[in-house]
């Protein structure tokens, strides 16, 4: 807690809580009533937390006189547990009351960030344990938490640490600024656009995010791999090439020869790869060409099936067509010899 021997509160004459919250780096805490520390109940487990308990209690709710307690050690305890008190104190309908009146005040101060345009803050611990962080400001407008800004002293030209910064945040607790805006959901404010966002420019122009990153090679490997291996400040000279009407290379120096004949033998032996992978290709097709067309005694056997099966139809149209004459040519030799019966029954007919 904020205390030191320059602030003692020896020789004077108002309440201890008053010249508790009176100290310079003390605006942001609140007079807790009386009547709430003399209940044991609200102090429950507290004396854990705090050596010479009761004497620091009766220290805080002046029941011992300051000329009474001139340990250091004794007024720092009681610092301390005031704070523990405190954190429970400002979570109760009447201690949002009072902090109520000390926001709208902005006795805690505004959000440091340009965009908020001067938005009220409210105190926030990152932890809940004494001695753990100091004490911060939240802004409920960007959602963020900063440290407060240091209080300047005017007896000396350097900032007095030992102000707001110096507060431990225990004494505020991690819930309180959020139950506060639950509570009084009329002060929250429009969250910050995301087109209020600072954007970075050079000459008028948008810094873009490459430029912010960090490179991945440093000073020395960039320097050694820039360097070319002929010599130390050599500029590496790329040799122009020609390309014949055969799809070789030739090097328009002739110093250049062997790498373009090693370009060469690459290039035939791509080629000589892709004639093979074709001649294999052309292989596996005629392959399956072959397993799928029948062979030629398969087809003249079906040839021969097919002319058998003609002649066999042939035999049987010719018996059919000589069956028929044989019986046409009964049917007519019946027919005559009734003829020459009938004549023959005439002519005796006749005679008689």
Known sequence: MAYNED???SGHDEPWIQWFCGLKGHEMFCEVERSYIEDGFNLYGLRACVSNFSDCLDLILDRIGPDDSDDSHLTQSACTLYG??????????????AMYNKYAAKEFGTCPLVQCAGQPVLPVGLKDEMGADTVKIYCP???????PPPVRSRSSSHHNNTGAAGVDGAAFGTTFPHLFLMTFSNLVPDRLPAASAYVPRVFGFRVHVSARQKANVGPASATSSTKPSDGPGAIPKRLPFTRRSGGSFEMAKEGGSSAVKGEDDTIAKEGAGTSQ????????????IKELAPSSSQV??????????KSKSGKRRAGTDGDASSKGNGIGGAEGNNNLSKRRRKAENGNT
């Open 141 to 147: 407008k960007c959602q963020c938490v900063y440290h």
């Open 7 to 9: 602030s003692s509160a």
């Open 277 to 288: 992978s074709n001649d294999a290709t052309n292989d596996s097709t005629s392959k399956s």
């Open 84 to 97: 523990l008190i405190h954190a429970r104190y400002i979570i109760t309908a009447h201690g949002l009351d």
């Open 300 to 309: 003249r056997v079906g040839e021969d099936d097919e002319g058998s099966r």
